[in-house]
């Protein structure tokens, strides 16, 4: 596979010595190596264009059931669903059977993915338990089959997402990144926790440079990476080709903007104004309703719009507020009041045109 990196300009000037702009894998070209994690619940359609947008580079689907996709749930499938302007999308797998999880490669490949991501690094308990997810570090032979299995099926480039090992005592994620190189992934990311850990204590990007040590493929580095600074510390530890984010981007998407700005000036950017965070958010409402439908897109759309306005003045009133909404325009309208009156600064305790309209019994 053509792996082919370019470090002379663009992007990412003031960390040079750590693999700037345009990254290709097989066919696919990363415009840059800012990825946005995959989470399961979170990086939908939607979701993936909205980072998209606010700057993330490439993106990766939630975590795909194996067993279930090949069943051709409707709900997996949707999950596989793109469109041309995410591309390359990565689409993740998780599973432990190499048949089966070979099957579901090839199904992803057909409906548009444009990269295979197997899942080595879920910690959840219900995964584990089936021998997929983490617990695949442990069995480094069957990991190994898996990945080979899968790049012989697909013609397009299998990337694998591990975690350091299962526990401090059975560390093991160069070994079974030298497994992955060997049996033809294209690259890995290292989330540096062990599974033990779950998300707990702090990520270890000091480990994560000990795989990118180990292998000629391309490492990114995942974990803990909230902020621009927190992104050139873990480049310059890691020494990694690229960084992943997760819950940093949630309710804050365009801390991937932040981040590109940081690297490329040495300077900090500061977030978008409360008119511009409207307009990502009102947008976000749009592409989750044009996608789910309206119950279900406004059900899921709470928890983003949780995270959003978490800190901001009124918001748990506001959220109380959006709970009884049960119409698109209902929220559009809370919204616009919402972030009209924090613009106009109107932010009084007890003078938001949003708490003037609810009832009573509403107010905390
Ligand atoms: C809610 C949630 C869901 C996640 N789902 C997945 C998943 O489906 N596949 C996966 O490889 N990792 C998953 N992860 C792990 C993240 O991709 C990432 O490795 C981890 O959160 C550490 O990165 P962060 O500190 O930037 O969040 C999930 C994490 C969270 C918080």
Redesign the pocket.
């Known amino acids: 596979m053509n792996i082919d990196s370019k470090n002379s300009k663009g992007p990412w000037r003031i960390f040079g010595n750590h693999s700037l702009q345009t990254m290709k894998i097989g066919p696919a070209v990363l415009s840059h190596r800012v990825f946005l994690?995959?989470?399961?619940?979170?990086?939908d359609y939607p979701f993936r264009c909205i980072a998209r947008s606010c700057g993330a580079g490439p993106v990766?689907s939630?975590?795909i059931a194996s067993q279930a996709l090949i069943r051709n749930s409707a709900r997996s499938v949707r999950m596989v669903s793109t469109a041309e302007k995410e591309f390359p999308l990565a689409v993740?797998i998780?599973g432990s059977d190499p048949f089966v999880m070979t099957e579901a490669a090839l199904i992803n490949e057909s409906l548009g993915a444009a990269i295979i991501?197997i899942?080595m690094?879920?910690p959840q308990r219900k995964i584990v338990k089936t021998g997929a997810?983490a617990n695949l570090m442990r069995d480094e032979v069957l990991a190994g089959r898996v990945i080979e299995s899968i790049v012989k099926a697909v013609d397009i480039p299998v990337t694998v997402?591990i975690r350091l090992g299962w526990d401090h005592k059975s560390i093991n994620a160069v070994r079974i990144a030298k497994i992955a190189q060997d049996s033809g992934a294209s690259l890995v990311?290292v989330?540096g926790?062990t599974r033990s850990q779950m998300?707990s204590g702090k990520?270890d990007w000091s480990a994560i440079r000990k795989v990118k040590e180990a292998v000629s493929i391309p490492v990114i580095a995942?974990?803990?990476?909230?902020s621009p600074k927190d992104a050139g510390l873990c480049l310059e530890v890691s020494k990694a080709d690229g960084i992943?984010?997760?819950?940093?981007?949630l309710g804050r998407p365009w801390l991937f903007d932040q981040i590109l700005h940081f690297l490329e000036t040495g300077k900090d950017k500061r977030p978008p104004g409360l008119e511009e965070q409207y307009a990502i958010i009102t947008r976000h409402l749009e592409h989750i309703v044009d996608f789910y439908g309206p119950p279900l897109g406004l059900r899921l759309f709470r928890k983003h719009l949780a995270w959003h306005t978490k800190g901001l003045h009124g918001s748990s009133l506001f959220r109380k507020s959006l709970n009884n909404a049960k119409l698109l325009n209902e929220v559009r309208d809370l919204l616009e009041c919402f972030y009209g009156a924090l613009a106009a600064k109107q932010v009084t305790p007890g003078r938001l045109p949003l708490l003037r309209a609810m009832p009573d019994s509403d107010r905390a």
Not at 244 to 249: N, V, Y
Request: with cysteine; hydrophobic share 35%; glycine share 18%.
């Open positions: 994690a995959p989470m399961a619940g979170i990086t990766v939630e975590m993740q998780s991501d899942n690094g879920c997810g997402k990311t989330h926790r998300f990520a995942n974990g803990d990476i909230k992943m984010i997760g819950r940093g981007a």
